[in-house]
């Protein structure tokens, strides 16, 4: 069977890490509009980079760590005998480091920087400051985080376009379900035949679209719904 599993901050959430619609609109204290826009960056670029730099930081601490829900997806991909494709809309590196292999991460990653002025990605788990300098084109003061951010396109779109279009079985987990193109991705997949299931605190915006939808903290409802594929 081939198997798409959509995840959003909701799967990281017994894990250390804020969601971002669960806090009365402010995430980490401050307005999406403020540090998530590429708009934001050219009117502070300060802001936008020490905001970042934290959430970054964030990742290393001892009390962030993979869940049981990160951790059930990544055994179900190594047992599972069809395709299985992981994407998710969080940047925090959780399910790489419970071991997922087919990872789309398509709203970038916490732990890679993007030069300006050369366009590479690299690894990055420093605060970037104006004296952080691209390893590839050595130029000084341009990088920024790796992070898909409002009106920017997402990644691997076409990659993700063509995994629905085959998709039997789409699994939406942990996502509020208002962000597009990612809201959209059950739709796509149910075109196609897929069934389609949302795991879920409580019902997402589009959550009456799914053919199928349980409820209930990801840490004990993923690794219960895929042990259960496994039978
Ligand atoms: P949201 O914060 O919008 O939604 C989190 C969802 O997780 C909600 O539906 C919650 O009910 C659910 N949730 C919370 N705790 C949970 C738990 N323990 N178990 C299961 N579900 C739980 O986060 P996203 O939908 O991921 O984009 O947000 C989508 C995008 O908006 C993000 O990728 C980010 C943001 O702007 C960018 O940064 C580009």
Redesign the pocket.
């Known amino acids: 069977m081939n198997i798409v599993v959509l995840t ?4 990281s ?2 894990s250390g890490l804020k ?4 806090n009365g609109g402010l995430w980490e204290g401050h307005r ?1 509009e403020d540090v ?1 826009t590429p708009e934001a960056f050219a009117a502070n670029p300060e802001l936008v980079q020490n905001f970042y730099n934290l959430r970054r930081q964030q990742l290393r601490s001892d009390e962030v760590k993979c869940n049981a829900a990160h951790i059930a997806l990544a055994e179900f991909e190594a047992q599972h005998k069809g395709r299985f494709t992981l994407i998710t ?3 925090d590196d959780l399910h790489q480091r419970a071991g997922s292999n087919n990872l789309l991460a398509m ?1 970038g990653e916490l732990r890679k920087v993007r030069c300006l002025n050369c366009d590479a990605v690299m690894p990055y788990d420093e605060a970037i400051t104006p004296q952080s300098q691209c390893t590839q084109c050595l130029q000084l003061d341009c990088l920024r985080p790796h ?4 009106g920017e396109m997402p990644l691997y779109m076409d990659v993700i376009e063509r995994v629905l279009q085959s998709c039997e079985l789409f699994v939406s987990i ?6 597009y193109p990612a809201a959209g991705f059950q739709q796509l997949a149910q075109h196609r035949g897929a069934h389609t299931v949302e795991l ?3 019902p ?1 915006e589009t959550a009456s679209r799914f053919d199928e939808a349980i409820y209930g ?2 840490s004990t409802l993923v690794p219960e719904y895929f042990s259960g594929l496994l039978d």
């Open positions: 959003g901050a909701g799967i959430a017994e969601t971002f619609r669960d999406m998530a809309q969080n940047v709203h992070i898909v951010w409002f942990g996502t509020s379900s208002v962000v879920n605190l409580a997402s903290n990801a």
